[in-house]
């Protein structure tokens, strides 16, 4: 640990862990039964602390303003699956989880979070983007807070670039608003798993009248609190890296293999930023 | 249910004329089936359960109360029914109407007693699939109820605790030990399903390959008042008989047990060498989490599964090929009865834990590695191929080696292993399956959907996570045989890979580090071992699932970690406790007529849902429906069907 900061102009960083599903097989890991909101973070942590151990030298990152963090073991399974998913996009379902910060939601973070997840793919549109919303305060998000975000979604739905979009863990009076006032409505609401035998009766009518799946997660609300995020730069990079940093957003992509239920991968990229002198 | 070819059955001498002829021709036909469809990929996920009855008379006693107090009788008297071949022409009318399509479908089974359904169309890949099993088990019993006398009830019962004990049948009818088909002491041949010659040939045959009748000795449990040496009095029929052990005599008493079925449909034959290979290990699991059958002829076991029992049941072994005899006219030597876990592994991985001898054919063998049949799959089969056919037709002898499969499937079929490898039919469109046979049924249609669905997302979980569960085979044996035993859940411990090394492919460090663990550490987890209810909430965790079904999963994972801690009785415990504390039980092991008509009216009720064991069962119930939701199928056809940017490559 020194106080010269690694990293002092930085103000923005993805982290992008590839397929998490392969972390477990290259490195023998055995399955941990990490709570929902440690994977994440701890996925982080890992992959921070990989990336610095392959830097060959410091000196070039302290001009670096923006930085990319991907996992330096596992490039040969990834680029196997990325075969795959020229050949075979056919064969695949590419589902997106994007948690946005209210707070920190800048116009065309969407576009960034849903192209950056294609990307580390090597996809060119995926099937499906749930929209999960993290607000400042204790209030839940506000309709006109989340316009702009779900407008940038109904972008993409109009490209192509997306099939489909859905809302998560909203209440009530948020997604009735929204659906009566979107263009593009969502076809999917997500709920807590714990909450799946006890689901609101507005909800579920709401949804049967408006031909809305609702399905579950076991995410946690906010994935990628401010406070843990400094702690793991503190832990990884030092005390003199630690200030400032937010996240940005979190995209959770999950490959599925068509009419076979089964998983081919799973993993998230998310951005994280501060502002510098 | 097995080959059902029509036409006349030939004896046995007659078939064991054929028998090499029979063998030569099925290898031929699974080579010509195997070079059509082994480069076959893509096939979905589809798979589908088995569900067996057995139909019990339950009616009031003719006593009055005070003679039942007096001579310890119930005020129930039940038998069980022969009627299946009067029910199932009327439970196959709407399949036989529409030309082989209907929501349920049925089979008869080896006994006059007991009929199978299936579901009409296999289940898909969708999570929300899952949702749909418990209605459909539903609907099959109501079917059959709807057949069924007012006293007669379709029952998912693994033994019926009385078979071949006197007066336990309607109509009743007597054994015949002198002649007949089974010449058993105590099951009469009219047990036999008669609509359909093959059960009454299996039987006949069985025992005159093997010279004699089958013999199959279950230790009793001892209790205190248990007779010492031969529970029974010697006679001239129960010579086989050991002391301490319930005898039985007939393949009656084995496959007229009822049992759960799975099949899955592999997305090549890679991945189903993978299925059966990684679902091998989990198979005395599944045994010991779901036993249902601590009685047997009338008495309570030591032994809390019926896989002994049909093992013994269909044992077509000579003394010779025992090894009780030097091999003069039998060929080799073999370690087990036609009815018993799996001998081999058949991925290219699984070979190094490959460790028990392997009795094969060689001619067999040398055939299917010069046609190029990959060498463990070839193994596999020279080794199912040592057996002879035990029932042939006339008309089936004479067949095609490119066009028919019935040669093949007659010695496939007669194979009945904990796990079966099955080729695509000729002229289908199904692709290569594999069955997993070992689960004991369920009373009530909750719990048999629970088992199947968790052995389903065991499965999606395997090909997901990618882990190995791979360990010797003579390892998964032994927990066969632990498995069996009474109250295994609680009181044995089962070798299983550490989780430590659920990537490891280096067999020597495996096999060093096999350990051995409980039920619970293995469905729940401890600090070896993540578990495999968490394994499975991980895969869900990854997938997309409707709120409905979520709930019905939650309700079915419940119940296997409760069985698997222990908080609610396995079935085989349930029975076992009704039994032992039943106000007329004379601390004997004796399940006497009237224990186990009062046991028959519990059945009832708890399949009916009027009674409900809260050590048996949890208090909730799943949200199973018939139907698919009609947005969660648009949505699927919807992403099947959408344009893509830049278009579909």
């Keep these: 640990m020194n106080d010269i900061p690694i990293l002092p102009k930085c103000r923005s960083i993805v982290f992008e ?77 590419i589902y997106i989880k994007l948690t946005v910060y209210i707070d920190t939601y800048w116009r065309g973070a969407v576009s960034d979070a849903v192209e950056t997840a294609l990307a580390s793919l090597a996809a060119e549109d995926c099937d499906g983007v749930v929209l999960s919303l993290v607000s400042s305060g204790p209030q839940p998000p506000l309709l006109d807070e989340v316009k702009p975000i779900w407008a940038e979604l109904e972008e993409l739905r109009a490209a192509d670039v997306v099939g489909s979009l859905g809302l998560a863990d909203v209440d009530s009076d948020l997604l009735e608003q929204l659906y009566d006032w979107a263009a593009e409505k969502p076809s999917i609401y997500q709920l807590s798993a714990q909450a799946a035998c006890t689901a609101p009766s507005r909800l579920r009518e709401f949804a049967s009248a408006n031909r809305l799946q609702v399905l579950v997660h076991s995410d946690p609300a906010d994935p990628l609190p401010a406070d843990r995020l400094r702690d793991i730069f503190g832990g990884v990079l030092g005390a003199a890296d630690a200030t400032g940093w937010q996240p940005g957003w979190l995209a959770r992509i999950t490959t599925s293999y068509r009419h076979r239920g089964v998983v081919s991968s799973w993993g998230f990229v998310s951005k994280v930023q501060r502002q510098v002198a | 249910m097995g080959l059902l070819s029509e036409g006349t059955p030939l004896s046995w001498s007659e078939t064991q004329k054929h028998s090499e002829h029979v063998r030569q021709h099925g290898i031929r036909q699974f080579i010509s089936l195997y070079y059509r469809l082994k480069d076959r990929t893509k096939d979905s996920l589809k798979w589908g359960d088995e569900v067996e009855y057995q139909l019990v008379r339950l009616t009031k006693s003719a006593a009055s109360s005070s003679d039942q107090q007096q001579q310890q009788q119930s005020q129930f008297a039940s038998q069980l029914s022969l009627v299946a071949d009067q029910i199932l022409p009327e439970l196959q009318r709407e399949e036989i109407e529409n030309g082989g399509r209907a929501s349920t479908l049925w089979r008869p089974e080896y006994a006059a007693y007991m009929v199978e359904g299936v579901p009409g169309e296999p289940y898909g890949h969708l999570l929300a699939h899952l949702n749909l099993v418990e209605a459909n088990m539903r609907k099959r019993r109501a079917q059959v109820q709807s057949l069924l006398g007012s006293d007669v009830y379709a029952l998912t019962l693994t033994a019926f605790p009385r078979l071949g004990c006197p007066d336990f049948c309607y109509p009743g009818a007597k054994p015949t030990p002198e002649g007949g088909v089974s010449c058993s002491a105590f099951l009469p041949d009219e047990v036999i399903y008669s609509g359909h010659p093959r059960f009454r040939t299996l039987t006949r045959n069985i025992r005159e390959r093997r010279g004699k009748k089958v013999a199959i000795n279950i230790p009793v449990y001892r209790d205190l008042n248990t007779p010492d040496g031969l529970l029974e009095p010697p006679t001239e029929h129960t010579a086989a008989a050991l002391p301490g052990h319930i005898y039985m005599d007939a393949m009656g008493f084995g496959m007229g047990c009822c049992c759960l079925q799975m099949t899955f ?77 799996i001998d081999s592994y058949l991925s290219a991985d699984g070979q190094a834990y490959n460790d028990i001898p392997l009795t094969m054919d060689e001619d067999i063998l040398r055939q299917l590695m010069e046609a190029g049949v990959e060498p463990s799959l070839s193994r596999h089969l020279a080794h199912l191929f040592i057996r002879d056919p035990v029932s042939l037709f006339s008309e089936k002898i004479h067949q095609s080696d490119t066009e028919e499969s019935d040669h093949f499937e007659n010695i496939q079929s007669t194979n009945w292993q904990s796990m079966r490898f099955k080729p695509p039919p000729t002229n289908s469109t199904i692709g290569w399956r594999v069955e997993f046979r070992c689960a004991e049924v369920q009373l009530t249609d909750f719990e048999n959907a629970a088992y199947v669905v968790f052995i389903v997302l065991l499965t999606r979980v395997l090909l997901t996570l990618q882990i190995d569960l791979l360990m010797p085979i003579s390892k998964v044996d032994e927990n066969f045989n632990r498995a069996q035993q009474r109250d295994a859940v609680k009181r044995q411990k089962f070798f299983f890979r550490s989780g430590a090394h659920l990537y490891d492919n280096d067999p020597e460090l495996v096999k060093a580090e096999l350990r051995e663990f409980t039920l619970d550490e293995i469905v729940n987890g401890c600090q070896d071992f993540p578990g495999l209810v968490p394994l499975i909430r991980q895969y869900l965790s990854m997938s997309h699932t409707d709120v409905d079904t979520m709930c019905t999963l939650n309700q079915y994972l419940n119940l296997i970690q409760k069985r698997a801690r222990g908080e609610l009785l396995t079935t085989a415990a349930w029975i076992r406790k009704f039994v032992t504390e039943h106000p007329v039980y004379q601390r004997d092991s004796r399940c006497t007529e009237a224990i186990s008509s009062d046991l028959m009216a519990k059945c009832v009720e708890i399949t009916q849902g009027s009674y409900r064991p809260d050590e048996l069962l949890p208090c909730t119930s799943s949200k199973t429906s018939d139907t698919l939701p009609q947005v969660i199928s648009d949505a699927e056809l919807y992403l099947d069907n959408r344009p893509r940017r830049n278009g579909p490559k």
């Excluded at chain 2, 290979?277 to 249902?292: E, F, G, I, N």
């Excluded at chain 2, 599964?305 to 039998?330: F, H, Q, Y």
Aim: aromatic share 6%; proline share 5%.
């Design chain 1, 17 to 93: 862990t590839g397929n998490i599903l392969n972390w477990n097989r290259l490195k023998k890991r055995p399955l941990t039964a990490l709570p929902a909101s440690e994977e994440i973070l701890d996925s982080i942590r890992c992959l921070f602390n990989g990336w610095l151990n392959a830097q060959t030298e410091q000196h070039s990152l302290q001009y670096t303003d923006q930085l990319r963090v991907t996992c330096p073991v596992q490039k040969q399974l990834d680029m196997a699956q990325r075969q795959a998913m020229l050949d075979d996009r056919e064969e695949l379902r």
């Design chain 2, 265 to 341: 449909q592999a997305c090549s034959i890679t991945e189903a060498y993978l299925l059966y290979d990684q679902l091998t290990p989990l198979s005395p699991v599944l045994l010991a989490l779901s036993a249902a059958s601590p009685v047997h002829r009338g008495w309570l076991a030591d032994t809390d599964t019926r896989w002994r029992v049909i093992s013994g049941a269909v044992d077509c072994r000579t003394d010779e090929e025992m090894g009780l005899k030097p091999l003069e006219r039998n060929r080799f030597r073999i370690a087990k009865s036609r009815y018993d876990s």
